[in-house]
Nanobody, 121 residues
Framework: QVQLVESGGGWVQAGGSLRLSCGATGSRFRINNMGWYRQAPGKQRELVARIFSSDSTTYADFVKGRFTVSRDNAKNTVYLQMDSLKPEDTAVYYC???????????????WGQGTQVTVSS
Protein backbone atom coordinates (compact mmCIF):
# COMPACT_ATOMS: atom_id res chain seq x y z
CA GLN A 1 0.00 0.00 0.00
CA VAL A 2 0.92 3.61 -0.52
CA GLN A 3 0.16 6.55 1.75
CA LEU A 4 0.14 10.12 0.48
CA VAL A 5 0.75 13.19 2.60
CA GLU A 6 0.06 16.63 1.18
CA SER A 7 1.29 19.98 2.37
CA GLY A 8 1.58 23.56 1.24
CA GLY A 9 -1.97 24.83 0.99
CA GLY A 10 -3.12 28.05 2.56
CA TRP A 11 -4.40 31.54 1.95
CA VAL A 12 -2.95 33.97 -0.55
CA GLN A 13 -4.00 37.17 -2.27
CA ALA A 14 -4.72 37.19 -5.97
CA GLY A 15 -1.53 37.28 -7.98
CA GLY A 16 0.38 35.42 -5.30
CA SER A 17 2.00 32.00 -5.31
CA LEU A 18 1.79 28.75 -3.40
CA ARG A 19 3.64 25.46 -3.72
CA LEU A 20 1.96 22.17 -2.94
CA SER A 21 3.84 18.99 -2.12
CA CYS A 22 2.70 15.39 -1.97
CA GLY A 23 4.96 12.64 -0.71
CA ALA A 24 4.30 8.93 -1.13
CA THR A 25 5.43 6.36 1.41
CA GLY A 26 5.03 2.63 1.65
CA SER A 27 6.89 -0.49 0.70
CA ARG A 28 7.54 -2.41 -2.48
CA PHE A 29 5.92 -0.08 -4.96
CA ARG A 30 6.81 1.82 -8.09
CA ILE A 31 5.15 5.12 -8.85
CA ASN A 32 3.95 5.64 -12.38
CA ASN A 33 1.91 8.80 -12.92
CA MET A 34 1.44 11.60 -10.42
CA GLY A 35 -0.88 14.55 -10.54
CA TRP A 36 -3.16 17.08 -8.94
CA TYR A 37 -6.91 17.52 -9.00
CA ARG A 38 -9.06 20.14 -7.37
CA GLN A 39 -12.62 20.47 -6.18
CA ALA A 40 -14.37 23.73 -5.49
CA PRO A 41 -17.58 23.89 -3.44
CA GLY A 42 -20.54 22.66 -5.44
CA LYS A 43 -18.37 21.52 -8.34
CA GLN A 44 -16.98 18.24 -9.53
CA ARG A 45 -13.38 17.27 -8.99
CA GLU A 46 -11.28 18.26 -11.99
CA LEU A 47 -7.81 17.53 -13.26
CA VAL A 48 -5.29 20.32 -12.78
CA ALA A 49 -2.02 18.79 -13.93
CA ARG A 50 -0.37 15.45 -14.38
CA ILE A 51 3.20 14.27 -14.79
CA PHE A 52 3.97 10.89 -16.27
CA SER A 53 6.83 8.49 -15.58
CA SER A 54 8.47 9.84 -18.75
CA ASP A 55 8.38 13.32 -17.17
CA SER A 56 5.98 14.54 -19.81
CA THR A 57 3.24 16.75 -18.43
CA THR A 58 -0.29 17.78 -19.17
CA TYR A 59 -2.24 20.74 -17.83
CA ALA A 60 -5.82 21.88 -17.73
CA ASP A 61 -6.34 24.89 -19.95
CA PHE A 62 -7.29 27.07 -17.01
CA VAL A 63 -3.83 26.71 -15.40
CA LYS A 64 -1.56 26.65 -18.44
CA GLY A 65 1.21 29.18 -18.09
CA ARG A 66 0.54 29.70 -14.39
CA PHE A 67 1.02 26.30 -12.72
CA THR A 68 3.96 23.91 -13.00
CA VAL A 69 3.93 20.26 -11.97
CA SER A 70 7.18 18.47 -11.19
CA ARG A 71 8.37 15.36 -9.43
CA ASP A 72 11.34 14.13 -7.44
CA ASN A 73 11.57 10.41 -8.04
CA ALA A 74 14.17 9.89 -5.34
CA LYS A 75 11.73 11.30 -2.79
CA ASN A 76 8.56 9.90 -4.39
CA THR A 77 7.20 13.41 -4.26
CA VAL A 78 5.16 15.50 -6.66
CA TYR A 79 4.96 19.27 -6.52
CA LEU A 80 2.58 21.87 -7.88
CA GLN A 81 3.97 25.38 -8.18
CA MET A 82 1.05 27.77 -8.49
CA ASP A 83 1.77 31.31 -9.65
CA SER A 84 -0.49 34.20 -10.62
CA LEU A 85 -3.25 32.72 -8.51
CA LYS A 86 -6.80 33.85 -9.10
CA PRO A 87 -9.84 33.73 -6.80
CA GLU A 88 -11.34 31.06 -9.05
CA ASP A 89 -8.41 28.80 -8.15
CA THR A 90 -9.88 28.50 -4.65
CA ALA A 91 -10.52 24.81 -4.02
CA VAL A 92 -9.37 21.74 -2.16
CA TYR A 93 -6.41 20.31 -4.06
CA TYR A 94 -5.89 16.56 -4.10
CA CYS A 95 -2.77 14.65 -4.98
CA UNK A 96 -3.32 11.59 -7.19
CA UNK A 97 -0.78 8.82 -7.69
CA UNK A 98 -0.78 5.69 -9.78
CA UNK A 99 1.51 3.05 -8.37
CA UNK A 100 2.41 -0.52 -9.15
CA UNK A 101 2.35 -2.70 -6.03
CA UNK A 102 4.78 -5.58 -6.21
CA UNK A 103 3.02 -7.65 -3.54
CA UNK A 104 -0.11 -8.14 -5.66
CA UNK A 105 1.35 -7.41 -9.10
CA UNK A 106 -1.27 -4.79 -9.80
CA UNK A 107 -1.49 -1.05 -10.39
CA UNK A 108 -3.51 0.98 -7.92
CA UNK A 109 -4.66 4.57 -7.68
CA UNK A 110 -4.23 6.61 -4.52
CA TRP A 111 -5.52 9.97 -3.32
CA GLY A 112 -4.13 12.44 -0.84
CA GLN A 113 -6.22 13.86 1.97
CA GLY A 114 -6.62 17.21 0.22
CA THR A 115 -5.28 20.63 1.07
CA GLN A 116 -7.26 23.86 0.99
CA VAL A 117 -6.11 26.69 -1.25
CA THR A 118 -7.90 30.00 -0.80
CA VAL A 119 -7.22 32.98 -3.06
CA SER A 120 -8.71 36.30 -2.04
CA SER A 121 -9.41 39.15 -4.44
Amino acid sequence: QVQLVESGGGWVQAGGSLRLSCGATGSRFRINNMGWYRQAPGKQRELVARIFSSDSTTYADFVKGRFTVSRDNAKNTVYLQMDSLKPEDTAVYYCNVGAYIYSDLRAHEYWGQGTQVTVSS
